[in-house]
């Protein structure tokens, strides 16, 4: 009998996806001090232009706190090319870096490497409607390479369990013995892999879940799960409910504004305008003007949506165009004999 040994807790790997990421400016500054450590004859001008890309990245990239999280900014960070030649400098330059704030850059590079595969993966259980069935879920292609990588650098251990007997077959552990990369940034990439590894072969990865409410997104492992999810799996009974309101109120928030451009339309056409009347600014704020009148008259379109403006009229005139040549070949059609 073969017995798995898995060292991996759901709360060890619970705590690596749900930790909250450095900051971009925390990561330029760790990046640029890296840099600088293994490339310590660089020229100026090599400076100068890691110093540019950082700072035309961090203009880009202003995600901050929970919005930092959510769009796992991370898995996409800018990382410096490093030389062969000049990996055996890594340890000197992880000397010149604060440990605290080597050890924040490596947990979130950790994080956000694992979060990319766990939601490749959550992903093939969710169909395009936002239904999700668990029992779906399976490998896809950025997990099956980075666990055929993991396990070929890393293969399982098998030994004898001297207790049962059998045969002990350890996977997803630390492999102390491979010795790891002296590239920084690919270490925490096999970290993250290799409790990838660990959290296939555990018993409880087909509960992991990841709240569907949008500004929470937090990991979590249920106790029991359904064969299905009409709107996908939540965290708790509040975020399922608010989840629920948001898309109630959406929903009639659409609805009102297919409405008001409706009226718009109608309006359009019974002042035989053409498609011009989308550059005519006067003829635009009279539309705004008169759709008002309508929102004010219908309880349901002021609750739902409130008054229009003419940048309204400008950012939805489009649409408008569109139902209005809609409605003007039904109404040629009706007058043909």
């Given amino acids: 009998m073969v017995q798995i040994e898995n060292s991996l807790t759901p709360e060890e790997f619970l705590a690596v996806l749900n930790a909250a990421p450095p900051s971009p400016a925390e990561y330029a500054r760790f990046v640029k001090a890296y840099y600088q450590a293994i490339h310590p004859h660089a020229s100026r001008q090599k400076l100068a232009e890691l110093s540019e890309s950082l700072q035309e990245w961090l203009e880009r990239e202003t995600s901050q706190g929970r919005a930092a999280f959510l769009s796992n900014y991370l898995a996409w960070a800018p990382a410096p090319e490093i030389p062969a030649a000049a990996l055996r400098r890594v340890p000197q330059a ?148 608010r989840a629920s309101a948001e898309i109630i109120t959406n929903a009639h928030r659409k609805q009102s504004t297919l409405k008001i451009i409706d009226i718009a339309t109608r309006y359009l056409l019974a002042s035989h305008s053409d498609s011009a009347w989308r550059d005519d600014r006067i003829l635009k704020a009279r539309l705004a003007a008169k759709v008002c009148v309508d929102i004010n008259r219908d309880r349901n379109l002021r609750t739902g949506h409130g008054p229009v403006s003419m940048k309204w009229v400008t950012r939805n005139r489009e649409a408008i165009e569109g139902r209005r040549q809609e409605l003007a070949r039904v109404k040629r059609a009706d007058r043909t004999p």
């Fill in 94 to 241: 992880a000397r010149t870096i604060s440990r605290a704030l080597r050890d924040q850059i490596a947990g979130g590079l950790v994080s956000a490497r694992l979060r990319t595969l766990v939601d490749e993966w959550l992903a093939t259980g969710q169909d395009a409607e936002g239904s999700e069935s668990p029992a779906r879920r399976h490998v896809a292609f950025q997990g099956w390479e980075a666990a055929s990588e993991y396990l070929e650098q890393s293969p399982p251990a098998m030994s004898v369990d001297l207790n049962s007997g059998g045969l002990r077959l350890s996977v997803g552990g630390p492999d102390w013995k491979a010795g790891g990369s002296h590239d920084f940034f690919k270490s925490q990439k096999d970290w993250a892999d290799r409790l990838f590894v660990g959290f296939l072969a555990s018993d409880w990865q087909a509960r992991l879940c990841k709240c569907r409410y949008g500004p929470c997104g937090r990991y979590f492992v249920a106790v029991k799960l359904r064969g299905s999810y009409r709107r996908g799996v939540y965290c708790s009974r509040q975020h399922r409910a």
